[in-house]
């Protein structure tokens, strides 16, 4: 079983709607939690991250994290079809440096016009 | 101007051969990092460079060898290609090993 579990869909949402995503872990000890985006045939790109519980928002997505139920998520308001992505979970213990990250396998998500 | 650049993109070669990918950054950072994404999307850390030195390296076969002429470049070298390493290989640098880092657009490997 892999330590990073997530859907890797495709999750295909109406523009306007929201995206939720979401991922779950075993490591009870992962305290930073990311959310990367990906593009057809590019490199990841970092989106946001939390450190530890709560949430954060950022313009039109906001990250949650439930370390009580290992859970994370990430809620895109308003989808805009450049929305249109790969989007991966990683997440790290406080000790592992940025290059120890645990990568979920990734939702595909499509928004159609 | 590409701040994490690796060339070549697309790369397809014959079981047996021997390849390099490189990767350079112009963003002065001093962490650069090999990553392998499957066909499944499941990206791994195969090694991570501080200054010139490995200090990262996860359970690679050792048919592949990273090689840092200096912290601005981030050389994969693999012998005897195997089908199995088909992949996207990105390569990623970040300021130091605790801050985010920031990946090139990754080269596409196919053996056959």
């Known amino acids: 079983q892999k330590e990073v579990e997530q859907d890797p869909g495709p999750l295909s949402v109406p523009e306007g709607a929201i995206v939720s995503l979401n991922c779950t872990y075993s490591?009870?000890?992962?305290?930073?939690f990311m959310w990367y985006r990906q593009y057809s045939r590019k490199g990841p790109e970092l989106l946001m991250y939390t450190y530890s519980s709560g949430n954060k928002e950022d313009g039109r997505f906001t990250a949650q994290v439930d370390k009580s139920s290992k859970y994370i998520s990430l809620f895109i308001r308003d989808s805009q079809p450049s929305d249109s992505a790969t989007y991966l979970c990683a997440m790290k213990r406080t000790t592992d440096s940025w290059g120890k990250l645990q990568f979920g396998a990734g939702t595909q998500v499509v928004v159609t016009p | 101007d590409t701040a994490v650049s690796q060339t070549p993109k697309y790369l397809v070669t014959q079981m047996g051969n021997d390849k390099s990918i490189k990767c350079e950054q112009n963003?002065?950072?001093?962490?650069m990092y090999w990553y392998k994404q499957d066909s499944k999307k499941f990206l791994k850390i195969m090694f991570s460079y501080n200054n010139k030195e490995l200090i990262i390296n996860e359970t690679v076969p050792n048919r592949f060898s990273p090689k840092s002429p200096d912290k601005a470049h981030l050389n994969l070298h693999i012998n005897s290609l195997e089908l199995g390493d088909s992949a996207v290989y990105f390569c990623?640098?970040?300021?130091?090993?605790?801050?985010?880092?920031?990946f090139g657009q990754g080269t596409r490997l196919t053996v056959v």
């Open positions: 963003l002065g950072h001093d962490t």
């Open positions: 490591n009870s000890a992962f305290q930073y």
């Open positions: 990623a640098s970040s300021r130091n090993g605790d801050t985010e880092a920031f």
